[in-house]
């Protein structure tokens, strides 16, 4: 979308919401709006290709066959909306599986190094078995990942997805259905903003319109 579009959608934004008797006053939506004003100077072209969960399970049901890690670094990264680059890294001591299937992980090492120490805790699903079993094999103190680079793991996604593709992808399907708040605070986005650039691609009136309920 180029920079005026985006301008005047956020001032088409402004007059909706105060035709709807929504106060601007309100910090998250000011502060939603200025995150959409700022992207003026962004090629949101250029954002990651979103995978999709179908794709992401196939991907991760082919590699549990022939590479462990890689299976279980990519599930973990879809299943808490993470960057694989912050999965890799973390200590396979700090990610554990309970007995009612709940992924637990108390991030040692992220690129937002405000959320080192934060516990995630996620359902695993069907992929509880798959993690549960590799993590079993690991010691304590190395890294998920090993030696392997982010972008050795994005390699093994399929033609046209990026290792950011599977971070978005999770936020954006999980945001089909799961309360706006929740979902950013899985992804642990710091802002409102930061969730929606996350949203999928459509007119800004639509993205804006998941905050709504937080403001009222």
């Known amino acids: 979308m180029k920079a005026t579009s985006i301008l005047t959608e956020v001032a088409n934004i402004r007059a909706a919401l105060r035709m709807d008797g929504v106060t601007l006053a309100d910090h998250r939506i000011a502060m939603a709006l200025r995150g959409l004003a700022k992207m003026k100077t962004k090629d949101t072209t250029r954002q990651a290709r979103p995978i999709p969960k179908g794709v992401i399970y196939r991907t991760v049901d082919r590699l549990a066959n022939t590479d462990t890690q890689a299976a279980v670094v990519i599930a973990i990264a879809w299943l808490t909306a993470s960057r694989v680059g912050d999965v890799r890294r973390q200590r396979v001591g700090a990610i554990s599986c309970t007995e009612n299937g709940v992924l637990q992980i108390e991030w040692t090492e992220r690129k937002d190094?405000?959320?080192?120490?934060?516990?995630?805790?996620?359902?695993?699903?069907?992929?509880?078995?798959?993690?549960r079993r590799h993590l079993a094999g690991r010691r304590p103190n190395e890294a998920l990942g090993g030696d392997r680079t982010t972008a050795d793991f994005a390699k093994l996604l399929p033609t046209g997805f990026t290792?950011?593709?599977?971070?978005?992808?999770?936020?954006?399907?999980?945001?089909?259905?799961?309360?706006?708040?929740?979902?950013r605070t899985l992804t642990l986005h710091a802002t409102l903003y930061g969730l929606?650039?996350?949203?999928?691609k459509c007119h800004v009136r639509t993205q804006l319109a998941a905050s709504r309920a937080l403001a009222e």
């Open 113 to 131: 190094w405000r959320n080192v120490g934060i516990v995630t805790q996620v359902w695993a699903g069907r992929l509880e078995q798959t993690i």
């Open 196 to 200: 929606i650039r996350y949203a999928p």
């Open 163 to 183: 290792a950011h593709s599977v971070r978005r992808g999770a936020a954006q399907h999980a945001l089909k259905t799961a309360d706006p708040e929740a979902v």
